[in-house]
């Protein structure tokens, strides 16, 4: 579900393929701070703008689609910004 729902999110690319509860992607420092501003925690993978995103057996289908939310609202204002 995580991944499928970033693949749809124009602008995150995954940087690797997802083979278990991991996803990682890239993403700008910009984009990593306002998740986290919005009480998302994950961490800087590879480099500063690798991340990686985990998913538990506790993860909801409706925290999963809460992030996904954020997500794509960060990232549609971020390249908005820079037009």
Same mark, same amino acid.
């Given at each position: ?13 995954? +940087? ?11 993403? &700008? #420092?910009?984009? *990593? ?12 993978? +590879? ?11 506790? &993860? #909801?289908?409706? *925290? ?20």
């Amino acid at each position: 579900r995580l991944a499928s729902g970033i693949d749809a999110i124009q602008g995150v690319d995954r +940087i690797m393929p997802t083979e278990a509860n991991a996803v990682f992607v890239e993403l &700008s #420092t910009q984009i *990593q701070q306002e998740l986290r501003s919005r009480g998302w925690h994950f961490y800087t993978f +590879i480099g500063e703008e690798g991340v990686r995103f985990m998913c538990s057996w506790k &993860s #909801t289908e409706a *925290q999963i689609d809460a992030f996904l939310k954020d997500l794509r609202e960060i990232v549609d204002c971020d390249s908005t910004a820079k037009r």
